[in-house]
């Protein structure tokens, strides 16, 4: 027992002083500064990608020849070729050219190095055998991705910057040239020739409420006579209102025309309705609106309104042959109609509302006694107030006449940040109504049967082949050559064509249509309803 515990006594004795010598050599060495072990091997090829930190492939550790020797770690990449060198170096010496700068590190933490040829990176440090172990910072590579990529796209943005540019500047040229091409001077219901007119309307339409509501428990007496017309919404009769309503103040009977919607229509109703009852809205050359009800017992909406015998102009051309002076009439008075709509004022300069109409065609165009048109069926019409958000404007979605559509409403790409946008589809659509009347008017010589515009489509073309027709073979209804042999129709076609452009900022606005044809009242005076030919040599349009 006595010799167990002696032999312990021994084994601790020379652990103790073992620990001694070990931490004594160790301070030697801080005293003395021994030259320290490194990793050395000459440059070779290594499996280190750069990134992260991976162990260099050195099986050889040698005592650094110098006291003042650190260990470093260079690694390379040239072209295909990876390669690393770990080596001793006295840091107070250029190395490669350079200085070594982070050698009291005990980590071999890599730093890249521009210009030396390839992609380079070193590293130093002053422990034992410490470039063993290489750190590569995580940024590195990133970086130089980051850089590629920039260098990449710098090229591409500078063009980027370039074309929208040049397409604002192509666009805020065309919007020029259009606006240059209306006269310049008051507007038509400015002119000193209509300042009596326009005080008498004022104070009538301050003093009256043409555009009603019924309001009454009280229906009013009418007798539906026969049926007139049919369309997606709604059923068009015409009626009878009997003695003393409210709405003639007339003795006897006045013929008057009644809308009827189904319940199921209440939204086309009341959005027609909505538009009509703004007192702004009346106007010559717009449908004028009596009253609106609701008849709960036979499940139906109603809109009365005046009644225009002769019908609508599609029935009308099909029917008849316009002269010069009746297309004149027909195209001033639906341009007239048009730009009330899109204007923001009344002729009273009062604030309105601008409507656009968005189903412009002929079938929603009535003709009146004096042959001048009056728009009608405001069930797709949209009031273009400013507080309407972007969102709002989208929702109304792509409506009209496949036919009369303007190539942006087929496309579905209208711009919805700018309120213009849905005038210019009605200037479009207006501008292929154009085209229909001058088709049928006498002047022209040989008269053909009324046709629609795109005549050689079948008779209710879908979005489909409209956009076929309009978007990729950029049709238009075909202008003769024979039609500009007449002053007046060339300047009408010439008209037309600026109104259906496929750029919808180049089109004409409904105001400046308007200007075009009052102003050829007098250029055309004396000899309007001529058909007398004209030089070659005037063109096609008088800008002047």
Not at 142 to 157: E, N, R, T
Not at 388 to 403: F, I, K
């Amino acid at each position: 027992m006595e010799l167990l515990r002696f032999s312990a006594f021994c084994w601790c004795r020379n652990v103790l002083f073992t620990c001694f010598l070990l931490q004594q050599a160790e301070c030697i060495r801080a005293m003395i500064k021994l030259p320290v072990l490194c990793k050395f091997c000459d440059e070779q090829l290594t499996s280190c990608t750069g990134t992260g930190s991976c162990k260099v492939e050195c099986d050889i550790t040698a005592i650094c020849p110098h006291m003042n020797e650190v260990c470093v770690s260079i690694w390379k990449k040239t072209d295909h070729n990876v390669t690393i060198d770990t080596v001793c170096h006295n840091p107070a010496h250029k190395f490669h050219g350079l200085l070594l700068e982070d050698y009291n590190n005990s980590k071999c933490e890599m730093k890249e190095r521009r210009g030396m040829g390839a992609q380079f990176f070193i590293c130093s440090c002053s422990e034992e055998e410490c470039n063993e172990q290489v750190f590569f910072p995580s940024y590195s590579m990133d970086s130089q991705v980051v850089a590629v990529i920039l260098v990449s796209l710098v090229p591409l943005l500078v063009l980027a910057v370039v074309v929208i540019t040049s397409f604002y500047c192509y666009r805020v040229y065309r919007q020029r040239q259009a606006s240059s091409k209306c006269k310049k001077g008051p507007p038509l219901d400015f002119s000193d020739s209509h300042a009596i007119m326009i005080d008498d309307k004022c104070s009538e339409s301050s003093s009256t409420h043409a555009n009603n509501v019924n309001h009454n428990t009280e229906l009013l007496p009418i007798e539906l006579d026969v049926q007139v017309g049919k369309g997606r919404f709604a059923e068009v009769y015409k009626a009878k209102l009997k003695q003393g309503s409210l709405v003639s103040g007339e003795e006897g009977f006045e013929t008057v025309a009644v809308k009827i919607f189904l319940y199921e229509e209440y939204a086309s109703w009341k959005n027609e309705k909505d538009v009509f009852s703004d007192a702004d809205l009346r106007h010559e050359n717009v449908l004028h609106f009596l009253t609106a009800e609701e008849r709960k017992l036979q499940k139906q909406y109603w809109l009365i309104t005046a009644y225009q015998p002769r019908g609508n102009l599609q029935e009308y051309l099909t029917h008849q042959v316009v002269s010069w002076h009746d297309l004149w009439l027909l195209g001033g008075s639906l341009a007239r109609g048009v730009a009330h709509l899109h204007s923001d004022h009344t002729p009273c300069s009062r604030y309105k509302v601008p409507i656009a109409h968005r189903d412009i065609k002929s079938s929603n165009i009535l003709v009146k006694g004096d042959l001048t048109c009056c728009l009608c069926d405001f069930g797709l019409a949209l009031r273009l107030d400013n507080s309407l958000s972007v969102d709002e404007l989208a929702n109304s979605g792509q409506v009209g006449t496949a036919r009369y559509m303007a190539p942006e409403v087929l496309e579905s790409r209208i711009n919805l940040e700018n309120i213009e946008s849905f005038k210019q589809a009605d200037v479009y659509s207006m501008a292929l109504v154009l085209w229909e009347i001058t088709s049928r008017c006498s002047a022209l010589g040989e008269v053909k049967e009324y046709e629609p515009p795109f005549g050689n489509l079948r008779e209710h073309p879908c979005v489909e082949s409209m956009k076929d027709s309009v978007l990729r073979d950029r049709g238009r209804p075909e202008i003769p050559n024979s039609w500009i042999n007449h002053m007046g129709i060339q300047l009408v076609c010439g008209t037309i064509v600026e109104c259906w452009d496929h750029d919808p900022e180049a089109r004409l606005t409904a105001q400046c249509v308007a200007e075009r044809f009052s102003d050829m009242e007098h250029k055309l005076s004396g000899r309007c309803d001529s058909e007398e030919k004209i030089p070659d040599e005037i063109s096609m349009v008088d800008e002047k």
